[in-house]
């Protein structure tokens, strides 16, 4: 397993852990983005990952930092929180389980009132289920969340478009 201290820019650290740093709650960034070489992250390595996550009940590992990218493995139970990214576009490769994806709509409190970017669900998406191989494309800008999953793991690249 390769990971190290990093700085991470524009982020808050706020603990070091397993060699790599966690920022936010639930983010651990390992590496890096190398920007003279390729970086591979072979399926053993993957699979440990994905293993440690379980063990520490996290749901987002950045495998590389690029400041206007990023490349994630997601894990959730359940639901997460809808959200909508300004700026960065995601896209996804499902590795693992289902759930049902939202997008579009509007993004709402808990009392259904309008919220920016972050919130507890979308009014008006569009539902579908997604599943292991799927590829999903989330323009920036677009609301999206998991509503239910009994589980999903997705490949998670993200980079910011031009201000």
Do not use: K
């Amino acid at each position: 397993m390769r990971t190290r201290m990093l700085p991470v820019a524009g982020l808050c650290v706020l603990t070091a852990f397993l060699g790599g740093i966690v920022v936010g709650a639930q983010v651990q960034v390992r590496e890096q983005a190398p920007t003279d070489r390729a970086a591979d992250f072979p399926l053993a390595e993957l699979e440990a990952i994905v293993q440690e996550m379980d063990a520490e009940q996290r749901q987002t590992v950045r495998l590389l930092e690029g400041g206007s990218y990023n490349v994630n493995i997601r894990r959730i139970r359940g639901g997460e929180t809808a959200l909508m990214h300004p700026r960065t576009i995601d896209v996804w490769v499902v590795r693992e389980g289902s759930g049902t994806l939202v997008t579009g709509g509007q993004i709402v409190d808990e009392n259904g009132e309008p919220v920016e970017q972050r919130g507890a669900a979308i009014r008006g998406g569009e539902e579908r289920e997604i599943g292991v191989g799927d590829l999903v494309f989330i323009p920036a800008g677009v609301p999206h969340g998991i509503r239910e999953t009994d589980g999903i793991t997705w490949f998670n690249i993200r980079f910011d478009t031009l201000p």
